[in-house]
């Protein structure tokens, strides 16, 4: 396992958790809002930008984003994914 690779494991696990921080304001909002975002990747875009109200939302979006790709990039540039 390369340094690269050791590094995407976090940023990663912030994206997830980030991810459901917005899952659990959704199910807390309407369980069905909360099943639609669970299953329905457009509708996770959706509610994460218009209707997830939060005093930190720019942070949270940005763990989301930000920790995805960033992780992505990263482990993608270690090579781990061409094993």
């Known amino acids: 396992m390369t340094i690269l690779a050791i590094l995407a494991i976090p940023l990663l696990l912030v994206s997830v958790v980030c991810s459901i ?3 659990i304001d959704a199910f807390q909002n ?4 909360g099943l639609l975002f669970f299953f ?4 996770a875009l959706y ?12 942070l949270i979006l940005a763990g989301i984003f930000g920790g995805s790709i ?3 990039t990263l ?4 090579g781990v994914m061409a094993h």
């Open 40 to 43: 329905c990747s457009l509708y």
């Open 30 to 33: 309407e369980v069905w809002k």
């Open 21 to 23: 921080i917005v899952l």
């Open 47 to 58: 509610y994460t930008f218009v209707e997830f109200d939060s005093d930190k939302k720019v």
């Open 75 to 78: 482990l993608g540039a270690s």
């Open 70 to 72: 960033l992780g992505w």
